[in-house]
């Protein structure tokens, strides 16, 4: 019976969730070994569901990262809230296609909901445009698009029909900083992963606002609001005054930095970036829904719908919002449910909580492991903290020891020339007592290496 079988799934899901606090965060080299069990030649024969089932759960699980769990701190990793987690199992079971309201009534209007909701939670203005997609790379897909939509049929020319060869030139300005993911969105767009003006930036890696070029001719200006590695945020209100009345379109790369927006204590950190043009987020990162999950905003909603739109005859006109007409995406999941779900469980209130207490988690971070003798190497003011332990060599085995020890997970970086550990609070599950656990786990193994 496939009732039988899914209520095993839930239970086998279940029993994972809950050992996800007590199990080394990190796979241990055994269980990745283990994974060969599922190797093998493609089988002739088919095979029992259950059978099928279970062998996932019994070398997958163990060979997971507990990225789910409270004490993962890599890269910009948030886990999944219960309400959305649910959602998501609910949502996969309605196997829609959100790319339009006749396939999917629930998902298109659910995504349309999350979209207001969006908007007004993170500040943004209440008729811009929104695309939900895998991510902030996409996000940033999106926003670009549409600035190149915008921006060249002011100089006369269609680039959707014509492409970019022979067009008018756009300049594209980024900091020197921005993310490797920003670059690759560039790339795609079809406007160089090196064609572009870099701006230098401080020791924060934000924009310096007296090295801005001046701005002539159809411009893109990338901002980014939070740095993977600091955590800061490039001057938008003394950037883009200027660069608005030279008439440049000002993107917005804010992969988790947009949501200071919604913590009253950090909005501060986003002052100017409402004059943007387009921002691009991700919802797996701090709203914590499950992977994958972005939303690209733009404010002139018709250039959006420009760079996406595609017709066909089995298309019929719409008086509803149709997903693909914003979207890259044709056919794709109902990711809107899941954001649905986290903003209702949530509230305005809980987003600023979470957002607040991430926060305040990393600042006790820095403070424990400066009050250990280490040096913590950025300004801590969002959820990013990066710290060196004495020289680069045992900064990266203090790393690798961390990662083996399995209280917790810390990824590394080289922040301009130095080796630091970066730990990354996002997730909804971490508690206070889980960051004490993981500071004294840091500093244990940092000190046993002298
Ligand atoms: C994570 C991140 C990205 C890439 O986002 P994906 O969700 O992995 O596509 C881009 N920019 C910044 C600043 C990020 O932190």
């Not at 913590?263 to 943007?276: D, I, K, Q, T, V």
């Not at 995406?329 to 979470?354: H, N, P, Q």
């Amino acid at each position: 019976m496939s009732s039988d079988l899914m209520r095993e799934a839930a239970r086998r899901a279940v029993d994972y969730l809950d050992g996800l606090s007590t199990r080394p965060v990190a796979a241990t080299g055994d269980a990745v070994a283990a994974l060969s069990a599922l190797d093998g030649p493609l089988p002739d024969a088919p095979a029992p569901p259950h059978d099928v089932l279970a062998l996932l759960d019994r070398y997958g699980s163990p060979a997971t990262t507990a990225s789910a769990g409270p004490r993962y701190f890599g890269f910009v990793t948030g886990g999944t809230l219960p309400a959305a987690a649910a959602a998501n199992w609910l949502a996969a079971a309605w196997d829609q296609n959100a790319f339009s309201f006749v396939s999917s009534p629930a998902a298109t209007k659910i995504e349309e909901i999350a979209l207001g909701w969006l908007r007004d939670v993170l500040g943004l203005p209440q008729d811009c445009g929104g695309a939900f997609v895998t991510g902030a790379t996409m996000a940033n897909f999106c926003g670009l698009a549409a600035a190149r939509h915008r921006l060249l049929q002011d100089a006369g020319w269609d680039v959707e029909a014509d492409g970019l060869f022979g067009a008018p030139e756009i300049t594209v300005i980024v900091g020197d900083e921005a993310h490797t993911m920003l670059f690759k969105a560039l790339g795609l767009i079809g406007f160089g992963r090196s064609r572009v003006v870099r701006v230098p930036v401080d020791g924060q890696g934000r924009m310096r606002a007296d090295a801005m070029p001046a701005i002539d001719g159809p411009t893109i200006l990338c901002l980014q609001a939070g740095n993977v590695n600091t955590g800061a945020f490039d001057p938008a209100d003394e950037i883009c005054g200027p660069a608005r009345a030279a008439g440049a379109w000002i993107h917005v790369d804010g992969a988790f930095g947009l949501w200071a927006a919604a913590a009253p204590e950090r909005a501060h950190l986003m002052a100017g970036y409402e004059l943007c043009d387009s921002w691009a987020t991700d919802a797996h990162k701090w709203l914590n829904v499950s992977y994958d999950s972005g939303i690209g905003f733009v404010r002139d909603a018709e250039a959006l719908k420009a760079a996406m739109a595609a017709t066909a005859a089995y298309l019929p006109p719409s008086e509803h919002r149709d997903p693909f007409s914003y979207t890259p995406e044709s056919s794709r999941r109902a990711r809107g449910v899941e954001i649905w779900a986290a903003l209702k469980s949530l509230g305005r209130t809980g987003v600023a909580d979470l957002i607040e207490r991430n926060c305040r988690q990393a600042s006790r971070f820095a403070e424990g492991l400066s009050g250990a003798g280490y040096e913590v190497l950025n300004d801590v003011e969002l959820n990013q903290v990066m710290v060196a332990f004495r020289d680069d060599d045992k900064t990266r085995r203090v790393i690798a020891a961390v990662q083996d020890e399995g209280t917790c997970w810390c990824g590394g970086t080289v922040w301009q020339g130095r080796s630091a550990m970066r730990i990354s609070v996002s997730s909804w599950a971490t508690t206070d007592a889980d960051v004490e656990r993981s500071l004294d786990a840091i500093i244990r193994v940092a000190q046993s290496m002298g």
